[in-house]
């Protein structure tokens, strides 16, 4: 996957990229009493990379994702979480069936935590690396050729 982001800042060999995550939905007239929630919403996206370009802050430049990347991605957002869920539930489920607690309450209370945990995991575990730019849209530099 290839998009088209902007350089918002410099930070030695990094740099901190945004652009708009664009919608799924087709802006359709049913917009109004739509059921995706908002899915018509843009939204900022930001990402730090790796500046191999040496891109300057204002450039835009086109960043690529490998698919594999994306997939990694999905399980880290949806199915860490699930794992999570269940692994950390049974545990305190256990843990509140031996100290004679209700094995329930610990199950959702170990729930939420293990989803809490690999959410914020899953938030912070961001390498540079999944994202690389291929090449610089606009640089600041002009090209001035003499017309005779």
């Known amino acids: 996957m290839r998009a088209q982001l902007e350089v918002i800042a410099i930070d030695g060999r990094h740099a901190l990229l945004q652009g708009v995550k664009k919608s799924a939905c087709g802006s359709c007239a049913g917009r109004a009493s739509c059921g995706t929630m908002g899915s018509w919403v843009t939204r900022a996206l930001q990402l730090r990379t ?12 086109e960043v690529e994702v490998p698919d594999r990347h994306l997939l990694i991605a999905s399980l880290l957002l949806y199915g860490l979480p699930l794992l999570a869920f269940f692994i950390a539930g049974l545990l305190l489920r256990a843990a509140a069936a031996w100290f004679g607690a209700s094995p329930d309450v610990g199950f959702l209370l170990g729930g939420a935590i293990g989803v809490a945990s690999a959410w914020w995991l899953a938030r912070h575990a961001q390498p540079a690396q ?15 050729t003499n017309a005779t």
């Open 130 to 144: 999944m994202v690389s730019m291929v090449r610089i849209c606009n640089p600041h530099a002009l090209t001035i």
């Open 50 to 61: 790796v500046n191999t370009l040496g891109a300057k802050t204002g450039d835009m430049v």
